[in-house]
């Protein structure tokens, strides 16, 4: 017996999403190399929501049957409300995996985690065989931290600890990521803080010296990922 999905509700993004028709065309780009049987890594982020949608469409229409690894509650959400199977991490591995990011520089390096998701965000990536970055012009910076802070997911109780730290780094300003709607900080899908994090420079050390900090669980910096990147 399956569930009520009203539960649900309808399969709307939360707010307007930002040069739509070009994420629509990358979107419909990544939904025509699905195929029956495939494992896939879901991504988060508007970008990857319109995705799964076309997903939807294109297995439909050819009467596919796939499973999705999503890497967020939302994007679970969408799969189930759709009636795309999914999986966990632990029971499949992704043939590939999609993605949205917030910065792309001219060597594929990223930043995300504007969705709060950049742990399970990685741990896709790291698993899946070819993934994905699907993006508009404006995700394209021709050096990372032009535009978009560096999130960093925290423990909650070294907090204090890991401010300082980051600052001891070069970060010039640090500020807890505070929910929309609900009273105080946004939490991560493993129960945690973000930090949002400006640094004037970002290099090949950066990230591992953010890692390197007792109390930070991830780092919004995606540096020398092996990605293709789909844009307009």
Request: proline share 3%; hydrophobic share 40%.
């Amino acid at each position: 017996m399956n569930w009520d999905k009203k539960l649900l509700g309808d399969t709307k993004w939360s707010s307007d999403i930002i040069n739509y028709d070009q994420k629509m065309s990358v979107a419909k780009n990544i939904a025509e190399k699905v195929k029956e049987g495939d494992v896939i890594g879901f991504g988060s982020g508007s970008t990857s929501f319109l995705a799964v949608h076309e997903i939807d469409k294109h297995i439909e229409e050819n009467h596919l049957k796939i499973f999705a690894i999503p890497t967020s509650h939302e994007i679970e959400l969408t799969c189930i409300k759709l009636g795309i199977q999914v999986l966990s991490i632990n029971s499949a591995r992704p043939d590939w995996s999609f993605d949205g990011a917030d910065e792309v520089d001219p060597y594929g390096n990223l930043i995300k985690g504007r969705g709060g998701a950049m742990y399970n965000e990685k741990l896709i990536m790291k698993c899946s065989k070819e993934s994905f970055i699907l993006v508009d012009e404006s995700k394209i910076v021709s050096s990372l931290g032009s535009n978009f802070r560096v999130p960093i997911e925290i423990i909650p109780n070294s907090l204090m600890y890991v401010k300082q730290c980051l600052f001891d780094l070069g970060a010039s300003e640090s500020m807890l990521r505070l929910a929309k709607s609900k009273d105080g900080p946004v939490i991560t899908e493993n129960g945690n803080y973000i930090l949002d994090v400006k640094f004037m420079t970002i290099t090949d050390k950066t990230e591992t010296a953010i890692k390197g900090i007792t109390g930070v669980v991830e780092s919004g910096l995606f540096w020398g990922y092996s990605v293709t990147v789909v844009r307009i």
